[in-house]
């Protein structure tokens, strides 16, 4: 079974542009979320999808945003990018959105390069 | 709400040496408790889980008890190696927060093994 995919694995983007980077979760798997890591502040969660509706978002500005699509795919878009925005995004799915056993499988993230 | 505490790291011991990584929670509920380890360049893998008190989780030699009465998940393995260097992650899953299941994640501590 194929793991997790994220596009691209490493992005150089100058300060004001924006970006998207792309997840494909496990088959089967409805739930994708996302996190920002950065050495500074660790893994911080910036939003989860279930079935093409966002159930849960974390505490980040609206630059920050995301879809799903009908196959499960998901991409987040980051407007008006900063240099703080730099940090390594990792993108993570799981079968269910919640339960006592709520697993989460992460890709290998996009590192994200603001100059 | 729902904070994990590990220890600072970096840790760093000789190959055969005995590990513990302390980690600590708090919680609303009764929450789920995970490792989770990130080798270098790559995402985040399960490691092993526990879901109840007194639940022993445990893979690839690594062990961790759910103790309720002292808040903890000590991730521990009896003789590592090398390749066991990475950085280890704990994280809670608790839906009585709210009712979101997504996960709480510790600052990560990293392991250096030496030959």
């Known amino acids: 079974k194929a793991g997790v995919t994220q596009t691209p694995r490493y992005l150089i983007k100058t300060r004001g542009q924006q970006v998207t980077l792309s997840c494909s979760p496990i088959?089967?798997?409805?739930?994708v979320s996302w996190y920002q890591q950065t050495p500074g502040q660790g893994l911080q969660f910036l939003f989860e999808?279930?079935?093409?509706?966002?159930?849960n978002k974390g505490n980040f500005p609206g630059r920050f945003s995301g879809r799903q699509f009908s196959n499960s795919r998901s991409e987040m878009n980051v407007s008006t990018l900063e240099l703080g925005d730099s940090a390594l995004y990792l993108c993570?799915?799981?079968?269910?959105?919640?339960?006592?056993?709520?697993?989460?499988?992460f890709g290998p993230g996009t590192r994200l390069t603001v100059t | 709400g729902d904070s994990v505490t590990q220890m600072e790291g970096p840790v760093t011991l000789s190959e055969e040496a005995f590990l513990t990584i302390n980690c600590t929670y708090t919680?609303?509920?009764?929450?789920?408790l995970f490792w989770y380890v990130q080798y270098p360049g790559e995402g985040l893998q399960l490691l092993l889980k526990?879901?109840?008190?007194?639940d022993k989780g445990s893979n690839k030699g690594f062990e961790a008890t759910y103790r309720k009465e002292t808040t903890s998940f000590h991730l521990e393995k009896g003789s590592v190696q090398v390749s066991d260097s990475a950085v280890y992650f704990c994280?809670?899953?608790?839906?009585?927060?709210?009712?979101?299941?997504?996960?709480?994640f510790g600052r990560g501590t990293s392991l250096i093994v030496h030959p």
């Open positions: 993570a799915s799981s079968r269910t959105s919640g339960g006592a056993s709520y697993e989460q499988y």
């Open positions: 088959s089967g798997h409805r739930s």
């Open positions: 999808y279930f079935s093409e509706t966002q159930r």
């Open positions: 919680a609303t509920g009764y929450p789920s």
């Open positions: 526990a879901t109840k008190a007194d």
């Open positions: 994280a809670l899953s608790d839906g009585a927060s709210g009712g979101s299941y997504i996960p709480t």
